[in-house]
């Protein structure tokens, strides 16, 4: 996959493609048809598949977010990307020019004037330009006067009836329900940073954990859940079950939040490496503990039905990557 950061003077290689466009952030199920859609027409018309989209999320831009929100930060949107098979990546900064664009000037200058796109597709509640004027109705009408193709992907819901929406998805994950958006992401939730040094608490009761940078992606709510998590060994994942607390650890009066993960028969040193933690199911909320002692059994304890539920599911690498479209 190509990524290009800009929309100008782009090699003729670059132009012509097939377009999806959206911030998609999740790549949730519904996404993914918008992806699945562009991509069917690329192959259908010998073109190259690509997709547009936004950096940083233009609701980061604006500042109306009062907490971390990313479903996907950038380094886990191009891996998923990948996945789904996109052969150019067009990104585009969100900045002060860019938000005072005109719908009618983000037509000519990006998408006819710089990517010179052959075929557009988006979704149903497609907006864009600075008075969010820019919608499916707009892009057909200047497509048929500059000589591009436009398709709107409809809605697509689950089979309990609901519209596949990144606002949902956010929802369960702070409400403890991270299957239900897994069951509309189309593959778990997961997060990835690199892996700080902490008070190393862990590894003197017998758990190690791993501190986790969340860094700009959404917390989840507070509390302990059942994980797999993903270490690189050279250009491959290795996955783990385990167990993950996300909180402020209380019992030893901490104030931050942090994600600490205990990989199961793991023991290797990863201090400043990425770590890939996906969350798989919510076993309670986080407490404290009246001593060490008593939160010591405690994990031994999550640990054990950790692991329980874990075999059960039976999860491979696959479930944790939008690959099936």
Not at 123 to 143: A, I, Q
Not at 153 to 179: F, H, M
Not at 191 to 217: H, S, W, Y
Not at 270 to 293: S, T
């Amino acid at each position: 996959m190509r990524i290009y950061r800009h929309a100008s003077d782009l090699p003729d290689s670059a132009k012509g493609s097939v377009v999806a466009i959206g911030n998609f952030d999740g790549l949730h199920r519904g996404h993914q048809k918008v992806i699945a859609t562009a991509r069917d027409i690329a192959r259908a018309q010998s073109r190259q598949f690509a997709v547009l989209t936004f950096e940083p999320h233009p609701r980061a831009f604006f500042g109306n977010a009062d907490a971390p929100f990313r479903l996907t930060p950038f380094r886990i949107k191009v891996r998923e990307f990948q996945a789904l098979g996109v052969e150019q990546l067009f990104v585009l900064r969100f900045n002060k020019a860019l938000s005072q664009c005109t719908a009618e000037q983000f037509v000519s200058e990006f998408l006819h004037g710089g990517i010179a796109s052959a075929h557009i597709v988006v979704g149903y509640n497609f907006k864009f330009g600075s008075g969010r004027d820019g919608d499916f109705e707009l892009l057909t009408r200047r497509g048929a006067e500059l000589g591009f193709d436009v398709t709107c992907v409809d809605p697509a819901c689950d089979d309990a009836g609901e519209v596949y929406s990144s606002t949902l998805i956010r929802k369960y994950l702070t409400n403890g329900k991270p299957q239900r958006a897994a069951a509309l992401l189309g593959h778990l939730w997961e997060v990835e940073g690199r892996v700080g040094m902490g008070r190393q608490l862990g590894r003197t009761i017998g758990f190690p954990t791993a501190n986790v940078d969340m860094g700009e992606a959404i917390r989840p709510t507070r509390g302990v859940y059942t994980i797999r998590g993903g270490v690189g060994e050279g250009d491959n994942i290795h996955w783990y079950d385990g167990v993950a607390n996300i909180g402020v650890r209380p019992t030893v009066d901490g104030e931050k939040l942090v994600l600490e993960a205990h990989l199961f028969d793991f023991d290797a040193d990863i201090y400043g490496r990425y770590l890939r933690v996906a969350l798989v199911d919510f076993l309670r909320p986080e407490q404290k503990f009246d001593g060490i002692d008593r939160l010591t059994a405690q994990i031994a304890e999550d640990s054990r039905q950790a692991r329980e539920l874990l075999q059960a599911r039976a999860l491979g690498a696959g479930d944790f990557v939008g690959e099936d479209v």
